[in-house]
């Protein structure tokens, strides 16, 4: 009898059973991320499956093709009207497909197949033991300078795990600027930043200096992961929805019928001030914006050349783009508050960046110190709060990507015995002795100038433009000083390359294979058909400025 008492206590207690709706997810919308990590993914396999000696080929083709393919779904998408008439929010309110998605997709996608060449590359450096190498080592997980090292190199081992890697990072990339709630936006802040932490510890040479560089970066790049994650929590519990769209009506006092619950939270702004500032803080974070900027010289230098020029590239501009949708669709009510927040951030990051770099001896820092100043510029054009104020922002990370990139192939060509000579002494009279990779470099120094019929002035141009639109001339002011200091320590190093005596011991510039060539070559026709030409890309992120809510 006790028996059945408890089988009907068990059958009646619960609740019947409602249907559980399957999620409706619109693949073709999709597609560009699907295909990359579905690369990524099989990249997985070929590195347990396919012998040692076939995988670099394998892997390195197949996440060409991989970028190229997801590209074409990114044209195919705009030119079929999801970038203006259709956009709309995919995968149950999960990501969005507008114009600023598209297009900042289509530029990381572009951005990682130009990196994919330069991590391709392997003829820099001299054979070893009849093999060719790259830029990263051999084993991985070997101590450096350990027997194990050793003999991996004398076997002719080559890490072909970074070309998944590049693949993984670009994947979440892909969906950060498109991420439409909080959720979404933190999963795919961790899926692109574990994959590069990985790749800054991967250097051949100087395998310390780029493993303490690893380190550094996944040490504060994890407090600003929890930063943002308490952020998302204290923004839940504010509005009681992970949402961009409920949360911008909570925000703004649109939102319809009030859980009783919901009622409480939504006075308290503590909840809601403090959760978005924490949020801001960890892109702020990614985007190397002062004074979140202090891992970003030590993990560019320590990085492998290659590593670093795709990250610097593609990171901004996922970065950039996060930024955009969370303050111009989650908290355009807020404006007030975050303004002034903002004004100072651009302010330190434009002055912070030009001066400190004034005073560097090695080319990767020097370089890093200009990445945190382009930050502050494009700053400006987040603070213009206008549509104009998108497009601009748009425009230069375009701009800014294949130039980061192009330079950073070109550092890997200055090499002497102990692999890249990235001290700036080492590259005195390098116009005498290698002319045209000097020119290029210097082309590319005065694009980061912006100095005018470079891709540099136009993307200047168009921020400063949109921020004295919108109110923040006395921005601009600061953003034309701060464009003179920089561009004093760039002509520096032309001066430096063209004028000073080759020194007798100095380095020998590489010759590479025709990856880093078409790296470079890009770049530096990016540079110039943006310098001359602007007005056919400006009026495509101009179409592709609008944000759907």
Avoid at 366 to 394: C, E, R
């Amino acid at each position: 009898m006790s028996a059945t008492v408890v089988h009907s206590l068990w059958t009646t207690a619960a609740d019947p059973i409602t249907k559980i709706d399957a999620p409706k997810i619109e693949y073709g919308q999709l597609s560009p991320t699907l295909i990359v990590l579905g690369a990524a993914l099989l990249g997985l396999l070929v590195e347990a499956f396919v012998p040692r000696r076939a995988r670099y080929h394998v892997q390195w083709i197949m996440s060409a093709v991989a970028l190229c393919v997801a590209f074409a779904a990114v044209v195919v998408l705009a030119a079929n009207g999801y970038a203006t008439t259709k956009s709309g929010i995919a995968a149950m309110g999960a990501i969005a497909v507008d114009g600023p998605a598209l297009f900042l997709q289509g530029t990381i996608l572009l951005a990682g197949l130009v990196g994919l060449f330069t991590f391709a590359e392997r003829r820099l450096d001299p054979e070893t033991h009849g093999n060719r190498t790259d830029s990263f080592a051999a084993q991985g997980a070997s101590v450096p300078g350990s027997d194990g090292e050793k003999a991996a190199v004398k076997a002719g081992f080559t890490t072909t795990e970074v070309f998944p890697l590049l693949l993984f990072a670009v994947a979440g990339m892909l969906i950060f600027p498109a991420a439409n709630d909080l959720l979404t936006l933190f999963v795919a802040l961790e899926v692109f930043s574990l994959p590069l932490y990985l790749l800054c510890a991967l250097a051949r040479r100087k395998r310390l200096l780029s493993q303490e560089a690893a380190v550094k970066y996944f040490l504060l790049g994890a407090f600003a992961s929890a930063f943002t994650l308490f952020g998302i929590a204290l923004l839940y519990g504010y509005a009681g929805s992970v949402s961009y769209g409920t949360i911008a009506k909570v925000v703004d006092g649109t939102i319809g019928t009030v859980d009783p619950a919901l009622a409480d939270t939504m006075g308290n702004d503590a909840l809601l001030l403090i959760g978005a500032a924490m949020i801001v803080m960890g892109l702020l974070f990614k985007v190397g914006a002062v004074p979140f900027h202090m891992w970003t010289p030590d993990v560019y230098q320590g990085a492998p050349t290659p590593v670093t020029g795709f990250m610097a590239a593609a990171t901004k501009v996922a970065a950039f783009g996060a930024l955009l949708r969370i303050l111009y669709v989650v908290l355009p009510g807020l404006r007030w508050d975050w303004r002034p927040v903002m004004w100072a951030v651009a302010i330190v990051t434009m002055l912070g960046g030009a001066i400190v770099a004034i005073t560097q001896t090695d080319i990767k820092r020097l370089l890093a110190y200009s990445s945190i100043a382009h930050a502050g510029f494009i700053l400006a054009g987040v603070i213009a709060t206008t549509p104009d104020g998108v497009s601009s922002v748009l425009f230069y990370l375009a701009a800014y990507s294949f130039v980061t990139i192009g330079a950073f192939a070109v550092v890997t060509l200055v090499r002497d015995a102990g692999g890249e000579a990235t001290h700036l002494s080492k590259w005195a009279g390098l116009g005498r002795r290698s002319p045209l990779v000097a020119a290029v470099f210097a082309v590319f120094l005065l694009a980061f100038a912006g100095i005018p019929l470079t891709s540099g002035f136009a993307g200047k141009f168009a921020v400063f433009k949109a921020a004295a639109e919108g109110g923040a001339a006395p921005l601009v002011v600061v953003g034309v000083i701060s464009s003179a200091i920089a561009a004093f320590f760039y002509i520096r190093v032309i001066v430096l390359m063209f004028f000073s005596e080759p020194q007798p011991d100095g380095p020998t510039v590489a010759v590479p294979s025709p990856l880093t060539m078409t790296a470079i070559g890009v770049g530096v026709a990016v540079t110039l058909v943006l310098g001359v030409a602007p007005q056919y890309f400006l009026d495509l992120a101009n179409q592709a400025g609008v944000f759907v809510r």
